[in-house]
């Protein structure tokens, strides 16, 4: 440390370090011995020997006994350090001095006496409370013999005697030990052989295949059951590698577990071995290392296999059977429910081709066989919904602004008997559905509750967002109604379908399996919950996405033509329905070329596409699908537009339009038209 320069007065301070700092620091105005230049010969050279000294020392000096230590002494005053140079003894030690009172008067009176390990009870500021100090109090004359302080050296010993107190219990802890090891050496030999014994009788007699493997795989040693479950003896094995006696197919599974029983507590595995006659039998085995080896317990499971693969093909044969009950059911419901559109049509049409049919009756079932077409075609929709193959047209849909368009329609749906409440988050929710899905979805459901309440009764529908149990977003469209709720028994039917409790003829039973079968078809799920007697509540969740909902993006060009002077290339592999999109279209004033399929429309196309304004093609054809020729259309003809039409395609149900309008069969010209202003802007 660097040595201070000192006044030459304050000479006798030299050599005292931090110490020297604290007396040159502290502000002696007032204080009874004065500044330091003034000090008396015999204090300077007093605090002189304290300062340089390298022992623990304290210097009390005066009739105040004024206290003075060098830096040795520092650690242990803790706070106290920064005032106590110079202060009176009994306000740096307040909390020592009742017991150290009479140690001082015993010095100063000439009784000069050493302390070793004298516990000290102290105040907490500067550590422990339970103290230890080994210390010596001497007196210090001046030169006329009378006493002018006192000289300390002192050490605290605090950690030293919990250590000597710990390392003694230590030794006693130790020594009873002994002891009591000593006893058990009497008896631990006996015990020795008892156990080996013991040992051995359990590898002898155990049912379980037992062997000791080296890391290698090397067997060392295996028990009698070796023989038992597989044949072997023991000198068969000894020396041999394990995995020479496992199947081919399970050898990579096996060294893994091998390496894990040296790495880890133990390993699992089941494994096909080989039976010495040939044949494989099932082993469940159980490794734990010990050193370099491994301890392997192999139980005999290939009775337990046996029942398991005779299980499952039990439950497979009956999982079958149940979807052919269900196919069955399925089935005749349709049949049933087509045959009775079928009769209607059939025989409207067979009424309107009689001459002598009066005219205003004709008109009458000309609508009936129309009527009879859209519910076909409503039944069609929803089997496919169930079965979630129906093809979506998804966009960007504000949830809660979709529910308040539908209002109106609920409200007269469910009419005068039943109270409509509707609760929407004030922040929209946005969800990526097909718009009519949804709102179909919505309305079957309201329907549903107006149903269960018969006509009388409140119904809730709230929108939120929420999280699911992997912290994905969510929209919730809750559907609660006060009803008479649904029996426990019935709740997994409900989303069949063709199921209903509706009275015959009242519902085809098939609106909560388009309900499910959206849901599904969207990435989401519907959940139903009731009470008897308390109602139900229905529960759509589709996934929440970020955007926003996307205007209409086909806007009219410049130059768009209109549909009478539109050119449509028709592509459908459908003679029949390619007449009818021709007829159609001829109808709304658009002049028609048909192609059978992708192929034949590229060659219309490499020999004029100038003349065509649209694209018009079914999605599922012969060759190229509707969706691959789209792409290539898009890519190759930029100008065209393009309206793709399916009753059903896997790739739709799947994947969706890939961006391309999408007319569902069957449509009517109103439909058509409507397609075609949307695309052209009109």
Known sequence: MNALPLDPQLAFLEGGGEATRLILARDWTGHPLGPPQEWPEAFRVAISLVLNSPESMILAWGPDLHFFFNETYFPLLGPRLSWAMGARFDEVWADALEQARPIIDAA??????????????????????????????????????????????????????????????????????????????????????ERTAERDRMWDVSPDLLAVVASDGVIHRINPAWHTILGYEGGDLIGRSIMALIHPDDIVAARAALATSLTEASSRIELRMRHADGHDEWIAWVGAASAYEVFAVGRHITHQKMAEEALRATEEQLRQAQKLEAIGQ?????????????????????????????????????????????????????????????????????????ITTLTDMI?????????LDIDLPATPCHAHVDRSQLDTAIVNMAVNARDAMAGQGRLTISVRSQQDAHGKAQVRIAISDTGEGIPAERLEQIFEPFFTTKKLGAGTGLGLSQVFGFARQSGGDVQVASTPGKGATFTLLLPQIDGQPVPDSHAAWPGAPSRTECCVLVVEDNVEVGHFAVEALQTLGCRTVIATNAAAALEELNRDAERFDLIFSDVMMPGQSGIDFAHDISRLHPRLRILLTSGYSQVIADEGSHGFALLRKPYTLAELAQQIDRLFGG
């Open 330 to 402: 399925l089935t005749g419901s349709v049949a049933h429910d087509f045959n009775n559109l079928l009769t209607v049509i059939r025989g409207s049409i067979d009424l309107i081709r009689r001459p002598e049919f009066p005219a205003e009756r004709r008109q009458r079932h000309m609508d009936a066989i129309a009527d009879a077409a859209d519910r076909a075609a409503k039944l069609t929709a929803q089997l496919l919904a169930f079965a979630r193959r129906q093809p979506l047209t998804p966009e960007i849909v504000d949830v809660g602004a979709s």
């Open 411 to 419: 409200t007269t749906l469910s009419g005068p008997g039943v109270r």
């Open 108 to 193: 100063l009176a000439g009784q000069t006496q050493r302390f070793v390990d004298l516990p000290w009870k102290l105040d907490t500021d500067r550590g422990e409370a339970h103290t230890f100090w080994t210390f010596s109090y001497s007196r210090v004359l001046d030169g006329m013999g009378k006493v002018a302080g006192l000289f300390i050296f002192t050490n605290e010993t605090t950690a030293r005697v919990h250590a000597d107190a710990a390392l003694r219990e230590s030794q006693m802890q130790l020594s009873y030990a002994l002891e009591e090891l000593r006893a058990l050496n009497v008896t631990l030999e006996q015990r020795i052989v």
